[in-house]
């Protein structure tokens, strides 16, 4: 059985611990390798090798890090296709899709490449008689970047790739689900001339998560996964003291106004509710459209495009989405069926039960649509990761802008309409952190920043963009004045400003 091994101070290892997990092919169903889960040593054993990383990679002048990452823009685009299809495999979306995974990523790293123009200070000459002043953006130290299963590739270079441009140097701790992609990248970052020991890979669960946050040689803590996760981690990080960002889950709405263009609202929707089948932080999961009429079109619509949707293996080129990536997603999904099913909702396209011919065992679970939802039931309250679209009917636009601004959850939401002054209300009230009009999934791109509000996202700043380079450096402000005479000059008031 192939192992899927850490990645510390430059070299493949098993570590110490010897615990394994098996890793999926989610469109078959069968285990393809088993992933090492690392213990406290293995944890420590990768802060060891980024601690005597540091020094030299954070006195490497800016221009020559971004060199590196540069080429290792290079390399990753060299081994895309082998990354995407290792990607593909083990998390069970398409082909396609896992492309889009990389890309997303290395636009990041590509942003990070112009870091030395972001990372300049600022300078005041003569802010007061004969002093200067300047402030300077210093790299944090050793910082843990913790990744959720959905995006193996696109997660750990958003933060790697900034916090490496920063002088930081890294220890990740990918999902234990579909762990060889953050290997292999970690392995090109080198090949790209990255320091050993800059950038490792730690395999594991629990265990390795406590004694990252918990090692005092540890700066700072990402994380991005599920919300109780997110929550519990920010609560340990932070009461140690560390600088934490922490992303969860979310529940994206699309509202659908009445002048909207039904075609295009519901080609949006299907994409962006059943695309990589549904397991993405962006997925659109609830519909809103605005008035019985919108709503009766919208539903013909969707049941309409439904039927033409082609689920099959990840590496069927044909295939709109393929496998949910374990067997326990396949069932938490298909319960949540069953209790919109159980607490009235109308079940208008049922997904259990599909299966892609000759590949029985895989994780499926084809496009579901639920209509007539209400604001109480658990299909609309929780986060179900899977290809369930819920539609809940509003009578007027304050009711849909209401909807999302009052959901738990607070990380994309879009609205489809032809009114530019109702599209720019709902921007501007609309509770939610990254908002679409006319655009389903509003990933925001790399010179931007993402993050959810309020149960997505617990930490002052987002990621990557400037908010990025923030999180990973601190500021420290020097005041300067070089005294003409050797005159005695005491004072004991507060100088000040002016
Ligand atoms: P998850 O919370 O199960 O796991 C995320 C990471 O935490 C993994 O590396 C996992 O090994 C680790 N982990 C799991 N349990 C842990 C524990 N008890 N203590 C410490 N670490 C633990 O999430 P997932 O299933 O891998 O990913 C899906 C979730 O991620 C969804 O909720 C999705 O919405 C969310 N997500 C959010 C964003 C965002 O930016 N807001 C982006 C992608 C995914």
Not at 84 to 111: M, N, P
Not at 119 to 133: H, I, R
Not at 247 to 273: Q, S, Y
Not at 284 to 303: C, H, M, W, Y
Request: proline fraction near 5%; charged fraction near 20%; hydrophobic fraction near 40%.
């Amino acid at each position: 059985m192939a192992q899927v091994p850490h990645f510390i101070n430059g070299a493949r290892t098993v570590g110490v611990a010897n615990a394994t997990h098996p890793v999926y092919r989610p469109a078959t169903g069968e285990i393809t390798a088993e992933v090492i889960l690392g213990g406290a040593s293995d944890a420590s054993a990768a802060i060891d090798a980024a601690e005597q990383a540091f020094p030299v990679w954070s006195q490497t002048n800016p221009q020559r890090r971004a060199r590196v990452l540069a080429k290792w823009v290079e390399l990753i685009d060299q081994h895309k296709d082998e990354l995407a299809q290792t990607l593909s495999s083990e998390h069970g979306k398409t082909i396609a899709d896992a492309y889009g995974d990389i890309q997303r990523g290395v636009e990041v790293v590509e942003f990070a490449v112009g870091a030395p123009q972001l990372l300049k200070g600022e300078f005041t000459s003569d802010a007061s008689q004969g002093v200067d002043v300047h402030s300077l953006r210093q790299p944090l130290g050793v910082v843990v970047g913790i990744t959720p299963f959905n995006f193996p590739a696109m997660i750990p270079l958003w933060k790697a790739g900034i916090a490496l441009a920063a002088g930081n140097t890294f220890v990740l701790k990918p999902s234990e689900r579909d762990p060889s992609v953050p290997v292999r990248l970690a392995e090109l970052a080198l090949e790209a001339g990255l320091p050993e020991g800059a950038l490792n890979v730690v395999q594991g669960g629990k265990t390795v998560v406590d004694a990252l946050i918990e090692d005092p040689r540890v700066q700072a803590v990402a994380f991005v996964g599920s919300t109780p996760i997110a929550q519990s981690i920010y609560a340990h990080a932070t009461t140690l003291g560390k600088r934490a960002q922490c992303f969860g889950g979310a529940k994206n709405h699309l509202i659908i106004m009445p002048d909207a263009d039904i075609d295009l609202a519901a080609d949006a929707l299907v994409g962006a509710a059943f695309g990589s089948a549904g397991e993405r932080c962006m997925a659109i999961s609830v519909a809103v459209p605005v008035g019985q009429d919108t709503a009766d079109r919208l539903v013909a619509a969707l049941q309409q495009r439904m039927e033409e949707l082609s689920m099959g293996a990840s590496d069927d080129p044909d295939a709109d989405y393929s496998a949910l990536v374990t067997a326990e997603a396949k069932t938490r999904v298909e319960n949540y069926i069953q209790s919109g099913v159980d607490e009235g909702a109308e079940l208008l396209v049922d997904g259990r039960g599909a299966t892609v011919a000759g590949h029985e065992n895989g994780f499926y679970v084809g496009a579901t649509l639920f209509d007539r939802v209400t604001g109480d039931m658990r299909i609309y309250r929780e986060e179900i990761f899977g290809p369930v679209l819920s539609v809940i009917r509003a009578e007027t636009f304050e009711e849909a802008v209401r909807l999302p601004s009052e959901h738990e959850f607070g990380n994309g939401v879009s609205i489809f309409t032809r009114d530019g002054q109702a599209a720019r209300d709902f921007a501007t009230q609309v509770d939610v952190g990254m908002v679409g009009i006319n655009v389903p999934i509003p990933v925001p791109i790399a010179y931007y920043s993402f993050g959810g509000w309020k149960a997505s996202g617990f930490g002052d700043l987002n990621q990557y963009g400037t908010d990025g380079l923030k999180f990973y450096t601190k500021v420290k402000t020097v005041t300067t004045r070089w005294p003409s005479s050797t005159t005695s000059q005491l004072s004991f008031v507060m100088p000040e400003g002016s």
